[in-house]
């Protein structure tokens, strides 16, 4: 072929390639590859496609490697190679010339050679190392589209240890002038702070650079890494929140150029990743979510478009509202706008919708009582990723009255499912609802094992056996138990085991051989004979064979058992499974020796483990601190190591907020999504020890869950006294309708023409889903003028509490709660109501948290009363002095006339001693409440001051913390004083105390609720402990609990310990035993009985920390509290 | 951000692959043979989302060719859809009214439009102009390297 024509053929972009070699026939390469395409999608065996393709690698692997081989041919080659590899045939074979088509061919060339190299190696591949000179050379290339490439590959696949070669070029490029460039430099920071973020942490200064870039596009990549920044370190990021919002509400006020808009919606990327960063910013904290309520609302507001992606903004804006510190309107909005998504007819977006639900719920259930209609008919939708999603909303909404039902419908899921992962996942929370409501226990956890089979999390069936023998309040109760786990196992079994999962066998067997002798008249003998069919099952894995024999083990005591077990050990003594020898074995020793049996395994009795394990290592001081005084660096766990990186490369010495590893309890919906989702663990769980509630509680217990907003902060001005009197004479409308409801209370039949469209038996349904949810919101049905029901239960929203809600839905919501069998109780409870009008002044039951619940997880503080009666004292209080509060937070010079005003009314007994600044914690219209802590030697009193603000109406209080307290009046213009004497469960950095506090004005009307909180550190348990040097070094001995540190040390010239010792004296109140030479030892015990020791010692200018205690947590606790004790001045 | 994006033909034949974390061949092998199955049992009229492992799963069919994006699980889904979406847009503008066919026989194409489009997976361009713009002067180029003038074309 002529010249002219071949370059003729070239100049047309990247179309032809000819072959060179001799004889074959010219073909360009896009027919030679759409020749192989179309030769495989003729073929119709898997077996054909692989002959072919082995063919074609073949020759390809022939021509690669042919020294003739020009680099475009090369190309042509690669793109075969990378097609061949995308069925799932390797060609490793080609790997290195891909490396060396990056290498040397032209940019053409070049590009597809870097494509073929990212597509054909991963991470790790050592050919890789090829690649970084290529890399190199063509970053300082003067071809920008040579530099764009080599920056994309850098993003793609790039060795890890090799970053540092490269990094100061691609920083350079941030300074270069092409916007693309200095872009792509950006994401591949952004990548390099990803997989080694300790090598780009000295260039933070350069990501505020690209922020403030004049390209929007550069700026908009440099957000990728600030999102993850302020992950994981928001405070450092704070006063980047004015800048953020300053963006958005450029993009939302259409600023940007129209390149990028999608779909005339204004950059929806930069949008949401702006709305992103500031709920990060925004989270539990004021002052800086007030910064950005404008532009949410703007935003809100603009995405009015029905489009798939103004949606997609709206979500992200909801979650938001919801993340940061709450404004009512915004709430208002948000709620609105979820409306939108839930009843949406497009499935994708009622589906996020559902997401948006379960992840408000937390903080408002109620929401989940608006649209009760449709999670019902989500329940039953087709798609099984609907299914999914609601259940994890209803799981959200558990509480006792509820539980039974939605534990049905996830076991109804859990049938159908096929998904492993679903299985899996949905198994796990069943489990945890059976642990956290144990009454219907024993038979869930049943249904649980043998539809979650084995691929459940060995966890669960380890705690079901850890209960089942640690037991619940009686012994009767716990024996009757274990009987009826006995029977019906031994049921199962006769039955057919060998359709049961293996784990499920090995819990029978485990129950089976500790408790079969609880039923008297149950042979051991027959239990035998039934784990024998077991071993002899094909299916039984060695495993569960393992549990069968130690089931026998446990069994063989009586005469008739002990030939059938030798004949089992006989058998399986000689198997190749070394576990299953060595268990025939033991058998086969104790069943011989029954004195020697009866020794180990005490028939009916549990083995109480002698031996005491010193999980402290003391043994080891010697040689520890031997090698201490040697010069070797104290020992740190691997959780301080990492905090102490991390705290290294931020700007900010703050830790932020709970650092400290016990903060992991507090859980929030990131946690539930982070990707151990796998784990039972949820938000739920995180007030998992507090059994005290079980079955008495009929609320929602959401202390796991950080409170956002409180009743205060939205609902506050939406209840005042007006509104309370709007209620008080129903609407001759309304009433009716009232009175019907309460009728069909009576005959426990649903009123048809309140709510025709819905029918009966849904609404059975949603009764029984959504049953006490609303406890909440008290409810006072009012029937006549003077009379007064109270079914607080019952859900229903109060009137006016919600300028929303419809009549109709007011309407609707008794009548569906009254067709609830669940809820008969209540309907007698109703009926009785309405037959007898209750006395206005008379004690109202109450179905509220009584213990005082701590917000922060895991359940540590325990409050009791000081005595049987509050300390009361109604004193009149002077009205000039007394500064109304409203829902902004007050001046401090309002707090301070507050704390002077309320002081006089501490208890006589208490004021001898210091007390902490008394702080508002709430207030209503006619209502403030206010509280200290007071430390005395050997408690912590919570002083709780209710001050009643109205003129003259008289005030009905009723405070739930830790306990109910009787109802009492408060006159008007007067405080009344409670206190309560707080000690540790177990400690943490902080703790906070929630409460709740009912109240009617004037006493007998309608009541209302307060919840409240209050937040008081560790260091307010901690007093000094004064032991000898002698005792302490036999207590420290005997601690296992302990955490080391270093510490700053105060900077004086002659006794820096001595003076960091008095500094931290001065903070925490501790005990310094001794100071000898660098070493100094202090004491300091948890209230009177839970000691902490603390050796301290001088090493290269810091101070080595070593706490002790019998407590778990405390040393970490406390830790945290000497490090924040010695950074402030 | 996004972890991988398959796409796959209505028979669960493998179109294009791209993984923005490493993953060994195995895992992808695995990951691959999940999304066929899991995505293409799906019954019509259900949603584009699904859940695996740790990962949100959003995917759309367009014609006979599903796509399937990965994400990490805080990530908004329908905007994962519409990541989706503004890569067939990208698709359609350079080969012009694409099919299934056009992927088939120019992959590598589709490659180079999706490594302008995102980026260590994350969103690097959302201009439908900037992308093709970008792409078409690559492909301009020619064998010597004298080639300014498209340069100025592409970042001016």
Redesign the interface.
Same mark, same amino acid.
């Given at each position: 072929m002529s010249d002219v024509v071949e370059k003729t053929l070239? !100049?047309l972009?990247?179309l032809l390639s000819l072959d060179s070699q001799p004889g074959s026939a010219k073909l360009s390469s896009?027919a030679k590859?759409?020749n192989l /395409?179309r030769g495989i999608t003729e073929l119709t065996s898997k077996h054909e496609e692989e002959k072919l393709i082995q063919h074609e690698l073949a020759s390809i692997k022939e021509q690669v490697s042919s020294p003739n081989t020009t680099m475009r041919q090369m190309r042509e080659l690669m793109?075969r190679a990378?097609?061949c590899e995308?069925?799932?045939y390797e060609a490793s074979f080609s790997y290195i010339h891909a490396i060396k088509l990056a290498q040397q061919g +032209?940019? =053409?060339e070049k590009?597809?050679g870097y =494509?073929a190299v990212s597509?054909f190696l991963?991470?790790?591949h050592e050919l890789l190392l090829l690649l970084v000179n290529t890399v190199l050379k063509d970053l300082q290339s003067t +071809?920008? /589209?040579e530099v &764009?490439m080599a920056l994309?590959v850098v &993003?793609? /696949?790039f060795p890890k240890d090799m970053i540092p070669v490269i990094l100061p070029i691609v920083e350079e490029k941030l300074n270069h002038p092409?916007?693309?460039i200095r872009?792509?430099a950006v994401? !591949?920071l *952004?990548?390099f702070y =990803?997989i080694a973020p300790n090598q780009v942490q000295h260039i933070h200064n350069k990501f505020r650079k690209a922020l403030c870039d004049k390209d929007p596009?550069v700026m908009?990549?440099s957000l990728?890494i600030y999102l993850q920044l302020i992950q994981e370190n928001a405070e450092a990021y704070k006063d980047l929140t004015a800048s953020f919002v300053t963006i958005l509400k450029q993009v939302v006020g259409g600023k940007l150029p129209m390149?990028?808009n999608?779909h005339s919606v204004p !950059?929806?990327?930069l949008q949401?990743q702006l709305l992103?960063i500031l709920s990060l910013l925004g989270k539990n904290d004021q002052r800086t979510s007030e910064v950005m309520y404008e532009v949410l609302d703007e935003s809100l507001r603009r995405a009015e478009m029905n489009h798939?992606?103004t949606?997609?903004i709206l $979500?992200?804006c909801v979650k938001c509202v919801y993340t940061i510190h709450p404004k009512s309107e915004l709430l208002e909005k948000a709620a609105k706008c979820i409306g939108n998504f839930v009843l949406s007819p497009k499935? +994708?977006l009622? $589906?996020?919708g559902l997401k948006a639900l379960t992840y408000v719920v937390q903080q408002d259930p109620k929401l989940a009582l608006q649209h009760q209609m449709t999670i019902i008919e989500c329940l039953d939708h087709?798609?099984v990723?609907?299914k999914?999603e609601t259940l994890e909303l209803l799981f959200r909404i558990t509480n006792a009255q509820n539980v039974t039902v939605i534990v049905e419908k996830m076991l109804d899921f859990l049938r159908l499912s096929k998904d492993d *992962?679903?299985t899996i996942d949905i198994v796990g929370k069943v489990a945890e609802l059976a642990e956290k409501y144990p009454f219907k226990h024993y038979s869930t956890m049943n249904a649980v094992f043998s539809l979650g089979g084995d691929m459940m999390q060995p966890e669960i069936p380890n705690g079901f056996l850890k209960l089942l023998s640690e037991g619940f309040d009686s012994e009767e109760e716990d024996r009757k138990l274990r009987l009826f786990a006995v029977s019906s196992y031994i049921s199962l079994l006769q039955g057919e085991p060998s359709k049961l999962p293996q784990r499920f066998l090995q819990v029978i067997c485990w129950v089976l051989g500790e408790y079969s002798f609880l039923k008297e008249d149950l042979e051991p003998s027959v239990v035998l004979g039934l784990l024998t069919k077991l071993l002899d099952m094909k299916s039984s894995s060695s495993e569960t064979k393992s549990w069968v024999l130690v089931a026998m083990t446990k069994l063989c005591w009586s005469e008739a058992a002990v030939s059938e077990a030798q004949q089992v050990a006989e058998t399986y003594s000689s198997s190749f499974d070394t576990t299953l020898r060595q268990r025939a074995q033991e058998l086969q020793h104790l069943s011989r020796d029954s004195q020697l049996h009866s020794r180990v395994l005490p028939p009916g009795g549990r083995l109480e483990p002698d031996e005491v394990v010193d999980s402290s290592l003391s043994f080891l001081d010697g040689f520890v601190s031997e090698a201490l005084s040697a010069g070797a660096a104290p020992y740190k766990p691997l959780h301080q190591r990492q905090e102490e990186l991390s705290r290294s490369k931020v700007l900010s010495l703050e830790p932020y907020g709970l650092s400290l590893p016990i903060s992991t309890s507090s859980c929030s919906i990131?946690d539930r999504?982070?990707?151990?989702?796998?784990s039972t663990s949820s938000g739920l769980s995180g007030d998992g020890t507090d059994f005290s509630h079980r079955g008495s509680s009929t609320t929602l217990r959401l202390d796991g869950v950080k409170r956002v907003w409180g009743r205060e902060g939205y609902l506050a001005q939406k209840k005042p006294v007006e509104e309370v009197a709007q209620v008080e004479v129903p609407s001759p409308l309304r009433s009716p309708s009232q009175q019907g409801d309460a009728n069909s209370c009576r005959s426990k039949t649903p009123t048809p023409t309140a709510n025709p469209e819905c029918d009966q038996e849904k609404q059975q349904l949603a009764s029984s889903l959504f049953g006490g949810l609303s406890s909440q919101s008290s409810v006072c049905l009012i029937s006549g003028a003077a009379k007064m029901v109270n079914i607080q239960r019952f859900r229903r929203k109060a009137k006016g509490q919600r300028s929303s809600s419809t009549t109709n839905e007011q309407r609707a919501n008794p009548t569906v709660s009254s067709a609830s069998a669940v809820d008969n109780l209540l309907c007698n409870n109703l009926l009785e109501a309405d037959t007898e009008p209750i006395n206005s002044s008379a004690k109202q039951t109450f179905q509220h948290p009584h213990s005082l619940s701590v917000a922060n997880g895991a359940c540590d503080a325990e409050a009791i009363l000081t005595d049987g009666d509050p300390k009361e004292r109604n004193q009149p209080l002077s009205s000039e002095d007394f500064v109304e509060a409203d829902d902004s937070p007050p001046r401090e010079d309002q707090e301070r006339s507050k704390d002077s005003c309320l002081t006089p009314h501490l208890p006589a007994e208490l004021s001898g001693f210091s007390h902490s600044e008394i702080i508002p914690l709430c207030s209503s219209q006619s209502l403030d409440l206010s509280a200290c802590h007071v430390q005395t030697d050997n408690s912590v009193v919570l002083v709780v001051f209710i001050t009643n603000t109205s003129e003259d109406a008289n005030l009905q209080i009723q405070v739930f913390c830790v306990c109910e307290s009787p109802v009492e009046e408060v006159r008007g213009r007067s405080v009344s004083v409670r206190q309560y004497s707080l000690t540790v469960k177990m400690p943490l950095v902080h703790f906070e105390l929630v409460g709740m506090l009912s109240y009617s004005i004037p006493a007998g009307m309608p009541q209302a609720m307060m919840q409240f909180s209050y937040k008081l550190p560790l260091t307010s348990f901690i007093r000094p402990l004064t032991v000898s040097t002698e005792e302490y070094g036999s207590m420290w001995l005997a601690f296992s609990h302990d955490t080391k540190q270093n510490l700053t040390l105060i900077k004086e010239e002659r006794e820096p310990l001595t003076a960091t010792l008095n500094a931290l004296n001065k903070k925490l109140s501790l005990h310094v035993v001794e100071i000898i030479g660098v070493e100094g030892l202090v004491a300091c015990s948890l209230l009177q009985d839970q000691p902490c020791l603390m050796h301290c010692r001088v090493h290269a200018g810091r101070l080595a920390v070593w706490l002790r205690s019998p407590v778990p947590d405390l040393p970490d606790c406390l830790l945290y509290h000497c490090q924040r004790a010695l950074q402030e001045p | 951000m996004m972890r991988f994006l398959l796409l796959f033909s209505r028979q669960g034949k @493998?179109? @294009?692959?791209k993984w923005?974390t490493?993953?060994? #061949?195995r895992e992808k092998?695995k990951i691959i043979r999940d999304m066929t199955t899991l995505v293409l049992a799906r019954?019509p009229?259900?949603?584009?989302? @699904?859940?695996?492992?740790?990962l949100k799963i959003i995917y759309k069919r367009y014609a006979s060719l599903y796509f399937c994006l990965a994400v990490e699980?805080?990530e908004?889904?329908?905007?994962a859809? #519409?990541v989706i979406?503004?890569y067939v847009e990208l698709l359609d503008k350079y080969f012009g009214n694409v099919c299934e066919l056009d992927i088939?026989?120019?992959?590598?194409k589709a490659?180079?439009i999706l490594?302008e489009f995102l980026?260590?997976g #994350?969103?690097?361009?959302?201009?439908k102009?900037?992308v093709n713009r970008?792409i078409e002067?690559?492909?301009?180029?020619? #064998?010597?390297?004298s080639?300014e003038w498209y340069?100025v074309e @592409?970042?001016g």
């Open positions: 070239t !100049a972009p990247s896009t590859l759409g /395409i793109v990378v097609y995308m069925l799932g +032209n940019v =053409l590009r597809v =494509l597509l991963n991470e790790s +071809n920008l /589209i &764009c994309t &993003c793609q /696949i092409k916007e693309i872009r792509k994401l !591949a *952004h990548k =990803l596009g908009t990549a990728h390149d990028f999608y !950059a929806p990327w949401i992103r798939n992606i949606y997609a $979500y992200e499935i +994708n009622k $589906y996020l087709s798609d990723i609907i999914r *992962h679903m990131t999504q982070s990707p151990t989702l796998l | @493998l179109r @294009l692959q923005f490493p993953i060994t #061949e092998k019954q009229r259900s949603c584009n989302f @699904l859940q695996w492992k740790d699980n805080q908004n889904e329908l905007l859809l #519409e979406h503004r088939i026989f120019n992959f590598e490659y180079f490594d980026m260590g #994350e969103i690097q361009e959302t201009s102009q900037m970008s002067a690559s492909d301009m180029l020619q #064998e010597d390297d080639s340069e @592409l970042f």
